[in-house]
């Protein structure tokens, strides 16, 4: 089965709170088999990569699989070598910026077993979700890491992940309480990995990670001029648990 392709995506974030705020920007994704990341022509190399410091532990020499099936194991799950596909932003010019990678976790036969959300923050933290979504994709995993200061850390993240196909549509909530104070969508349209359409989408989204972690401060400054509330980041919240 072919896993890698590119989307064509838009992400966009609407916070529900005082004071409100909302914004939707384009990108472009990845979708690969991590037993098999693609191999692209040189001259298109430096604009998509796939390195392993830019998941789970970066001084870990292993590599994105590895980690993750390490990272798996403490958590007592085993994919006894199932395919996994994940869905990321490849290095740009050496460097990248994943606010979310998504893996689809398979056994051997092909059944889902579970679904890794890794995330990271500004702060150079990340933290991963282990999650068991239902039929539809859903699922749900309370906040353990801090990702915005404006935003408390109590709360649920409600999340729908259906593995993307020609489609990519999913869905990121926080709810606290009765409330949703904020809700993330990502969505998208597959195009096909040959150099015709690499070379039109990183000429259209020029620098695309350096863009993204510049827009996400470039937020940041404008919900403070707002004055919102600013929770305060402890070395527990901001640094994330992947080691193990």
Same mark, same amino acid.
């Given at each position: ?153 109590? @709360?649920?993240? #409600?999340?729908?992940? /259906? *593995?993307?196909? &020609?489609? $990519?549509? =999913?869905?990121?909530? +926080? ?12 969505? @998208?349209?597959? #195009?096909?990995?040959? /150099? *015709?359409?690499? &070379?039109? $989408?990183? =000429?259209?989204?020029? +620098? ?37």
């Amino acid at each position: 089965m072919v896993t890698t392709a590119l989307y064509d995506a838009t992400v966009a974030h609407v916070r529900r709170i005082d004071p409100p705020h909302a914004f939707a920007h384009r990108l472009y994704l990845w979708r690969v088999d991590l037993d098999d990341l693609p191999r692209l022509p040189w001259w298109l190399r430096p604009f998509a990569r796939f390195d392993r410091r830019d998941h789970f532990a970066a001084a870990d020499p292993r590599g994105i699989r590895e980690k993750l099936d390490a990272w798996l194991a403490g958590r007592g799950v085993d994919l006894r070598g199932g395919r996994v596909v994940m869905l990321a932003a490849a290095r740009v010019l050496g460097y990248v910026f994943n606010p979310i990678t998504v893996y689809w976790c398979h056994d051997p036969g092909g059944r889902l077993v579970c679904v890794v959300a890794e995330v990271h923050n500004t702060y150079g933290g990340r933290h991963a979700y282990l999650l068991r979504p239902d039929e539809t994709g859903r699922a749900r995993a309370a906040k353990e890491f801090y990702v915005s200061p404006f935003q408390e850390m109590d @709360g649920e993240y #409600r999340m729908r992940l /259906p *593995r993307p196909e &020609a489609l $990519l549509d =999913l869905t990121v909530a +926080l709810r606290r309480g009765t409330a949703t104070p904020l809700v993330a969508t990502l969505r @998208g349209v597959r #195009r096909p990995v040959n /150099p *015709r359409w690499l &070379a039109r $989408l990183v =000429l259209a989204r020029p +620098l695309l990670p350096q863009r993204v972690s510049v827009l996400i401060r470039r937020h940041g400054v404008a919900l403070w001029l707002r004055k919102a509330a600013v929770v305060p980041r402890t070395p527990q919240t901001a640094g994330g648990q992947l080691h193990g």
